[in-house]
């Protein structure tokens, strides 16, 4: 019972968070881009001031997957660095903590271009 209370929160919480953006993109003139790094920015901001920590602790995965997870992800990899390194770990923890994401979000691009043939649209 506790793993299907678990997933509920995580799917409520991350398509809370996934709405929010389908309305920006649908009721504002943001693109796409500026509203993925809004999200990341936002990620950032919201566990600098000790807000969205404890909406990780409860949602799981529905708030580490989405774009704002990302940005919790290099905040806590700073804050982490700065503690153990000093100065030069604002510089390095955060690329340290999204290293795996970010090798993986690569080598996959990689592999579906070698995949899928891509066409322009007509």
């Known amino acids: 019972m506790e793993l299907l209370t678990d997933c509920l929160k995580a799917f409520v919480v991350g398509g809370i ?3 929010i953006g389908q309305l920006l993109i649908d009721f504002t003139k943001l693109t796409p881009a500026r509203i ?20 990780v602790k409860f949602a799981g995965a529905g708030a580490t997957v989405p774009l704002t997870g990302f940005g919790y992800a290099l905040a806590m990899g700073v804050k982490e660095a700065v503690k153990q390194y000093g100065f030069l770990g604002a510089l390095a923890g955060g ?3 999204t290293a795996a994401g970010i090798a993986t979000a690569i080598v996959m691009g990689l592999l579906m271009s070698i995949i899928f043939k891509s066409d322009y649209k007509k």
């Open 17 to 19: 968070i996934c709405a």
């Open 36 to 55: 993925l790094v809004t999200y990341v920015v936002s990620g950032v901001a919201l566990t600098a001031i000790g807000v969205y920590e404890p909406l």
């Open 95 to 97: 690329l340290t903590a």
